[in-house]
């Protein structure tokens, strides 16, 4: 077979192993040929391509983003998008695809299945909210990223006897946010799935400080207080109809100064949680991904996903990783409140 390889979406840690392990295994063992579409859906959609084979994939493993560019294309938005790509693949002699990505770009996968093209997905986003799957690759390395961030600026905020925010990505998940907050020992963690008290927060941090220790809070970027709104960077949406987000840190920071009188700072983590070398788990996992998914497209079965079920790498309907997102669970978020304050 002659199989598509793409990546699509905000760029991962280990998006790079996923390619090399399809290569590898897919050429050594089952003998198909690659071919790697450039910038995510914007590849196929231009026939902007790359030859894909051993050579091209070796030292790859430790390197983060992808060597195959990225993009936030969205062929549903484009007129006869998703029509084009079908007779793009089929132009160029693409018998199939792998689609390595996060919702978004699982969701234009899906679709294409629905049109008859032979899709294989990838879970990848470091926000870990794609369902039906335990973990996404990138989601461990952006943790361990948060949280050496957590650890630098607990000696900060106790050298200052000040208040410092950390602010964490995760638009409608607080993943990444309840993982580093617990392994960073947060005074507090915020994350979008509950709509946190702006009392409560002061009386954590007012409740910390009597103990001689300054607060860390740890919020995700879509975080909302109660009775409030999403604090937003701009109204400008991307091709798949997402606002920029941005701000609840800082704007949190200026509330428990006016309310506790303690200074307050914020750390706005960014895509710096996405970017660089992945960690151990990440590359063994994604690896794992990416021989599962060339295995599952050379017995053609089509419109699946590769996921992490336990320790078992299992096949899943692709829908099924999209249909709805993966949410921190009430019961873990209780967890993690005997900590705060």
Not at 19 to 24: E, L
Not at 78 to 96: C, Q, S, T, V
Not at 202 to 224: D, L, M, Q
Not at 267 to 272: D, F, P
Request: hydrophobic letters at 40%.
């Amino acid at each position: 077979m002659r199989i598509g390889v793409l990546t699509g979406g905000g760029d991962c840690p280990g998006l790079n192993a996923v390619i090399r392990a399809v290569v590898r295994k897919g050429v050594k063992e089952y003998g198909h040929e690659f071919i790697g579409f450039r910038d995510g859906w914007r590849g196929p959609l231009e026939g902007l391509t790359m030859p894909l084979d051993i050579p091209a994939t070796r030292g790859i493993l430790p390197r983060g983003g992808t060597i195959l560019g990225s993009s936030r294309t969205n062929p549903s938005k484009i007129e006869n998008g998703l029509e084009r790509i079908k007779e793009n693949l089929a132009n160029a002699g693409i018998d199939a695809l792998i689609a390595i990505g996060g919702e978004d770009t699982l969701g234009v996968a899906t679709k294409l299945d629905a049109l008859g093209v032979k899709v294989i997905g990838v879970p990848k986003t470091i926000d870990n909210d794609l369902n039906n799957t335990d973990y996404t690759f990138g989601f461990d390395t952006a943790v361990n990223v948060a949280m050496e961030a957590i650890d630098r600026l607990h000696t900060t905020a106790e050298s200052h006897h000040r208040a410092l925010i950390v602010e964490v990505m995760g638009r409608h998940a607080g993943w990444i946010a309840l993982h580093s907050g617990l392994a960073g020992g947060a005074a507090c963690i915020l994350i979008p799935e509950q709509a946190f008290s702006v009392e409560k927060v002061c009386e954590w941090v007012e409740s910390r400080f009597k103990t001689n220790y300054s607060p860390i809070i740890v919020i995700a970027e879509g975080a909302i207080p109660q009775a409030g709104d999403m604090v937003t960077k701009d109204q400008s949406l991307d091709s798949f109809g997402h606002v920029r987000l941005s701000g609840i840190g800082e704007w949190l920071a200026q509330e428990i100064e006016a309310r506790t009188g303690k200074e307050a700072r914020t750390s706005v983590l960014g895509h710096i949680q996405r970017g660089g070398t992945p960690s151990a788990f990440d590359r063994v996992l994604a690896t794992r991904f990416g021989l599962h998914a060339i295995t599952a497209a050379h017995e053609g079965d089509w419109g699946k996903m590769v996921a992490l079920h336990g320790t078992d790498i299992v096949r899943v309907p692709l829908i099924s990783a999209t249909g709805q997102l993966k949410t921190v669970d009430p019961a873990r978020y209780k967890e993690a409140e005997i900590f705060f304050g």
